[in-house]
């Protein structure tokens, strides 16, 4: 749905979609990279280029957060989230 002044209402118009206008100024290697990333990805923009890169590192940092905190249990802790996995599957 769109409101009088051409901004979507629903879900697609979610705070990741809009734009915020910014200028980097960035070395000449960079834009190459960012130029070579577009064109390997088809991106539409380099800002897509940008973009797509800043979620794919996002992506891994999450990984990275994921895997940490599961190292960090003790024994008793995995058994324990273990248990609750089989509880939750049972419940589906």
């Known amino acids: 749905m769109t409101t009088r002044k051409g901004v979507s209402s629903g879900r697609a118009a979610s705070a990741s979609r809009r734009k915020r206008p910014r200028t980097f100024s960035l070395s000449e290697d960079v834009v190459q990279v960012l130029e070579n990333y577009k064109r390997q990805r088809k991106a539409d923009s380099l800002t897509a ?36 996995g089989k509880f939750s599957v049972s419940q589906m």
């Open 49 to 84: 280029a940008f973009e797509q890169i800043v979620r794919d590192w996002k992506q891994a940092h999450l990984g990275e957060q994921f895997t940490a905190y599961y190292d960090s249990l003790t024994s008793e802790e995995v058994k324990e989230e273990a248990e609750w």
